[in-house]
Structures are given as C-alpha cells and as structure tokens.
C-alpha cells in the first residue's frame, strides 16, 4: 500500500510541474490574442473553460481507489494516469480561469486564491481517497 501512496505523491507532483510553466505560456498565449481586448468573447471562452473544469472535477470525483487492484503494476498505473489527466485538466482550466478572469475583473488575489485552493483540495480529495481503501480493508 506504502508503494501507491509514493507513486500519488510522484503523480502529483509532476502534475505540478507542468502546471507551473503551463499557467505563464497560457497568460502569454491569451493575452496576445485577439480574445483579450474583447470582453464578450473572454466571456464565452470563460463559461467554456468553466464546463470544462466541471467535468474534469466530476471524473476526479466519481473515481475511486477501491475498484483498484494494488497488486497489479497495470491497474494501479491505469489509475494514476486516468487521474492524472483529469488533475492535469483541472489545473489547466484553473489556470486559464485566473488568466480570462483577470482580464474581465483586473486582479483579484481572493479569486486566485480560491482557484489555489480548489486545486490544493482535488490533491487532498486524491491522497484521502487513498487512505479511506486503507482504511476500509
């Protein structure tokens, strides 16, 4: 069991990662495109993106851990990247939430940081998944 927490943690890390040069390239892309002087068209883009962040969070969600067989290599990876993707995705509409966001509203470091936190409690939701099986068997 010790062996799917390290892989969580290496999973969520590298996610990190990628999050972090994703958020600077994905202010640059946006803010150099036609889509940032026109308020109407950030607007929709948003609402887009927010659909978006909904059903990556749902998939996020309705996973579990239980249905996992820990001893096969095979099933354990297959969980990982299935939730990898969908915590990959959340991230990314996350940070273009902040980027779009910023441009209709300006700064708002509350916002931002409610978008921090939401992600920091899909990698928490992650790791309790993980316990709660340990603690059920």
């Known amino acids: 069991m010790k062996k799917?927490?390290?892989e969580n943690?290496?999973?969520n890390?590298?996610?990190v990662v990628l999050l972090i040069p994703?958020?600077?390239?994905?202010?640059?892309f946006l803010l150099n495109s036609p889509v940032a002087t026109d308020k109407s068209v950030i607007g929709s883009l948003l609402a887009a993106v927010s659909i978006l962040a909904v059903?990556?969070?749902f998939?996020?969600?309705?996973?579990?851990?239980?249905?996992?067989?820990?001893?096969?290599?095979?099933s354990r990876f297959l969980a990982?990247?299935?939730?990898?993707?969908l915590m990959l995705l959340i991230g990314l509409s996350l940070e273009m939430t902040s980027v779009l966001s910023a441009q209709l509203i300006g700064n708002f470091p509350i916002f931002n940081g409610s978008l921090f936190i939401l992600y920091i409690a899909s990698i928490l939701f992650d790791f309790w998944d993980l316990r709660r099986v340990e603690l059920n068997k």
Do not use: P, S
């Open 9 to 11: 943690l290496v999973k």
């Open 80 to 85: 990982h990247i299935t939730t990898g993707l």
């Open 59 to 74: 998939g996020n969600f309705a996973f579990t851990y239980e249905k996992v067989d820990y001893k096969n290599t095979y």
């Open 13 to 15: 890390i590298l996610i």
């Open 55 to 57: 059903t990556a969070c």
């Open 22 to 28: 994703a958020y600077h390239q994905t202010q640059i």
């Open 4 to 6: 799917i927490y390290l």
